[in-house]
């Protein structure tokens, strides 16, 4: 895993994801909002389609954040080599400091059981006066 101009890179079987947090709005009520960004390209020599996400968030409360869902937002994307597929979302936060971590859920053409690629682990951190950004 390395960090490149604000991405995390993980890459599992040709499957590579990148990963970059933004904080939206530092305070919103009582919540930090983060966004994340995910790129998720395959290359591989085979048609491969994303089925679902474990993703995790934690807190430095302890506090636990969980997608554990099919699709991406009503999507089952079908990436061929060389394709990839982008992917945004937000995501409310008790706290200031939190890790995020997991992994998409991929089936192999040809293959009936899905296997798990892990998106890299990164660190959700508001500096103090730390001015919001927006996705991209």
Same mark, same amino acid.
């Given at each position: 895993? $390395?960090?490149?101009?604000?991405?995390?890179?993980?890459?599992?079987?040709?499957?590579? !994801?990148? &990963?970059?947090? !933004?904080?939206?709005?530092?305070?919103? #009520?009582?919540?930090?909002?983060? #966004?994340?960004?995910?790129?998720?390209?395959?290359?591989?020599?085979?048609?491969?389609?994303?089925?679902?996400?474990?993703?995790?968030?934690?807190?430095? &409360?302890?506090?636990?954040?969980?997608?554990?869902? $099919? #699709?991406? =937002?009503?999507?089952?994307?079908?990436?061929?080599?060389?394709?990839?597929?982008?992917?945004?979302?937000?995501?409310?936060?008790?706290?200031?400091?939190?890790?995020?971590?997991?992994?998409?859920? !991929?089936?192999?053409? #040809?293959?009936?059981?899905?296997?798990? !690629?892990?998106?890299?682990?990164?660190?959700?951190? &508001? $500096? =103090?006066?730390?001015?919001?950004?927006?996705?991209?």
């Amino acid at each position: 895993m $390395a960090e490149t101009q604000d991405f995390w890179v993980q890459e599992s079987d040709g499957i590579v !994801v990148s &990963a970059r947090p !933004v904080l939206v709005d530092e305070k919103r #009520g009582d919540r930090f909002w983060w #966004g994340y960004y995910l790129c998720i390209e395959n290359n591989t020599d085979s048609k491969i389609r994303l089925i679902g996400k474990d993703w995790r968030i934690t807190d430095e &409360a302890g506090n636990n954040y969980v997608d554990d869902s $099919a #699709g991406f =937002k009503g999507e089952l994307p079908e990436l061929e080599p060389g394709e990839y597929f982008e992917f945004t979302s937000e995501a409310p936060l008790e706290s200031a400091n939190a890790v995020f971590y997991g992994s998409c859920k !991929v089936l192999r053409e #040809g293959q009936n059981e899905p296997h798990e !690629v892990r998106i890299p682990t990164f660190n959700l951190s &508001a $500096a =103090k006066n730390a001015r919001p950004r927006t996705i991209n």
